[in-house]
C-alpha cells in the first residue's frame, strides 16, 4: 500500500474506493454486498472464527451475525 493512503483518514480512504466503484457504474446494491463481505470476511480473520466476538466487535447481535453469513455463503 501507498504511505501516502495510508495517512489518509478512513473517510478519504472510502470516498477514494467509492469514486472508483461510481467510476465503474457499480450498482450500490453490489457494492453493498462486497463491502459487506469484506468487511465479514476480515472480521473472521481477526478474531479466529470466534462469531460471539466477531459480532461483538461489529456492534450487531450474533443472529444477525449467522444471517449475513449465511446470504454471503450462498453467493460464493
Do not use: C, W
Not at 31 to 43: H, P, Q, V
Request: no cysteine; charged share 30%; net charge positive.
Amino acid at each position: 500500500m501507498h504511505d501516502g493512503f495510508k495517512s489518509l483518514s478512513i473517510h478519504q480512504k472510502l470516498k477514494i474506493t467509492i469514486q472508483e466503484m461510481i467510476d465503474q457504474e457499480i450498482p450500490l446494491r453490489e457494492a453493498i454486498n462486497e463491502f459487506e463481505l469484506l468487511f465479514l470476511e476480515l472480521a473472521e480473520k481477526k478474531y479466529n472464527g470466534k462469531k460471539v466476538k466477531m459480532a461483538q466487535a461489529l456492534g450487531i447481535h450474533r443472529n444477525t451475525l449467522h444471517h449475513l453469513m449465511r446470504k454471503h455463503q450462498k453467493k460464493g
